[in-house]
């Protein structure tokens, strides 16, 4: 017998298996990456349309594993659309229409109903007459619960540069001591009988308290000139700075005794701020400045602080000079030439402005 009398006859209307192999591995790309254009390649490959009856749909996607007898090949197209579910419509979707994403259409949304506005609610109006506030007296109940006002800034800006009574007088303060040249600068005073300021420094008034009392029995006044002469003076802090005027003050008075009076404050180098000028007047005195300064402590020499003294006095004004401090032999020198120049020049002798 021949061979080919056993072999069974193709069917006549079927493609060939590597064709549908084909078809179905691209449908089943096709239903995963939702490609219309794979739908129209999947036409294509069907077989013509003479090869099945009109109008037959194709209801099988992608043929089942072992259908035709043989397993699928690991890693083929039919390995492929095996493993890969099928589209859920049992016709391919036309390259021109979406497929459809539910089966019901869908209740058309009812508009929601527009809010009516609130009218707003009239104003309430009291017919009761407004009372005007009770002024708060003090001393009244209501006046102890209230928050008591901060104290005026009465120290600030309050620096006094001139004469208490102006006019063609000058006020001679000295700064420093007592020191070494105190006891010469008080007998030339006494010789011209001429009343200056002391701006002592607390630690040296305490350390002798001879020379404060001599001051104050010849009739000149003292000032507070702090306890260490720290700088710079306004840049201290505030508990810094109220110490070193509170605790010379009181220095300055133990060492003059009972009744000794110290009306002025002078900040050394002049470091004023309205800290510490507060500070000054909520103790009782006033924050002294100058409006001569030859610059006596730095020793520039005698005909330069007379010169200075000189060219920058003007009528009420307060020279600052040193009597503590240093070797202050240049200022001794310079009082004794200024002194009999001032006389000559009409000017008499007054305290600061307080």
């Given at each position: 017998?021949?061979?080919?009398?056993?072999?069974?006859?193709?069917?006549?209307?079927?493609?060939?298996?590597?064709?549908?192999?084909?078809?179905?591995?691209?449908?089943?790309?096709?239903?995963?990456?939702?490609?219309?254009?794979?739908?129209?390649?999947?036409?294509?490959?069907?077989?013509?349309?003479?090869?099945?009856?009109?109008?037959?749909?194709?209801?099988?996607?992608?043929?089942?594993?072992?259908?035709?007898?043989?397993?699928?090949?690991?890693?083929?197209?039919?390995?492929?659309?095996?493993?890969?579910?099928?589209?859920?419509?049992?016709?391919a979707?036309?390259?021109?229409?979406?497929?459809?994403?539910?089966?019901?259409?869908?209740?058309?949304?009812?508009?929601?109903?527009?809010?009516?506005?609130?009218?707003?609610?009239?104003?309430?109006?009291?017919?009761?007459?407004?009372?005007?506030?009770?002024?708060?007296?003090?001393?009244?109940?209501?006046?102890?619960?209230?928050?008591?006002?901060?104290?005026?800034?009465?120290?600030?800006?309050?620096?006094i540069?001139?004469?208490?009574?102006?006019?063609?007088?000058?006020?001679?303060?000295?700064?420093?001591?007592?020191?070494p040249?105190?006891?010469?600068?008080l007998?030339l005073?006494?010789?011209?009988?001429?009343?200056?300021?002391?701006?002592?420094?607390g630690?040296?008034?305490?350390?002798?308290?001879?020379?404060?009392?001599?001051?104050?029995?010849?009739?000149?006044?003292?000032?507070?000139?702090?306890?260490?002469?720290?700088?710079?003076?306004?840049?201290?802090?505030?508990?810094?700075?109220?110490?070193?005027?509170?605790?010379?003050?009181?220095?300055?008075?133990?060492?003059?005794?009972?009744?000794?009076?110290?009306?002025?404050?002078?900040?050394?180098?002049?470091?004023?701020?309205?800290?510490?000028?507060?500070?000054?007047?909520g103790?009782?005195?006033?924050?002294?400045?100058?409006?001569?300064?030859?610059?006596?402590?730095?020793?520039?020499?005698?005909?330069?602080?007379?010169?200075?003294?000189?060219?920058?006095?003007?009528?009420?004004?307060?020279?600052?000079?040193?009597d503590?401090?240093?070797?202050?032999?240049?200022?001794?020198?310079?009082?004794?030439?200024?002194?009999?120049?001032?006389?000559?020049?009409?000017?008499?002798?007054?305290?600061?402005?307080?």
């Amino acid at each position: 017998m021949h061979g080919t009398a056993l072999r069974p006859s193709a069917a006549p209307n079927r493609p060939p298996r590597s064709r549908r192999r084909l078809v179905a591995g691209c449908v089943a790309v096709a239903a995963v990456l939702g490609l219309a254009a794979c739908g129209t390649a999947s036409g294509a490959l069907q077989p013509p349309s003479a090869a099945r009856p009109s109008g037959t749909a194709v209801t099988t996607l992608a043929p089942t594993p072992g259908s035709d007898g043989v397993p699928p090949a690991s890693g083929s197209a039919g390995s492929a659309a095996a493993s890969t579910p099928s589209a859920p419509s049992a016709s391919a979707p036309s390259a021109s229409t979406p497929p459809s994403t539910s089966s019901a259409p869908a209740a058309p949304a009812v508009p929601a109903k527009p809010r009516t506005p609130a009218t707003p609610a009239a104003p309430a109006v009291s017919t009761t007459p407004s009372v005007p506030a009770t002024p708060i007296v003090p001393g009244s109940p209501a006046a102890a619960s209230s928050p008591a006002a901060p104290p005026p800034h009465t120290g600030a800006g309050t620096v006094i540069g001139s004469t208490a009574s102006g006019g063609r007088t000058v006020a001679l303060t000295f700064d420093d001591g007592p020191g070494p040249a105190t006891g010469q600068i008080l007998d030339l005073l006494a010789q011209y009988h001429v009343k200056a300021t002391f701006c002592e420094i607390g630690q040296n008034a305490a350390a002798n308290p001879a020379a404060v009392k001599r001051v104050l029995a010849e009739g000149h006044r003292l000032c507070d000139h702090s306890v260490h002469h720290p700088q710079p003076f306004a840049k201290l802090p505030h508990d810094k700075a109220a110490y070193e005027i509170t605790a010379a003050r009181d220095m300055i008075v133990q060492a003059g005794g009972p009744g000794t009076q110290v009306s002025w404050f002078r900040a050394p180098g002049g470091g004023f701020n309205a800290d510490n000028e507060r500070t000054t007047a909520g103790l009782g005195m006033s924050s002294l400045g100058w409006s001569v300064d030859p610059r006596d402590w730095s020793r520039p020499g005698v005909p330069a602080i007379v010169s200075t003294v000189q060219k920058q006095l003007k009528p009420g004004g307060v020279i600052l000079m040193h009597d503590g401090g240093g070797d202050r032999s240049q200022t001794v020198a310079a009082l004794k030439q200024l002194l009999p120049w001032l006389v000559a020049q009409g000017y008499t002798f007054d305290f600061p402005a307080a």
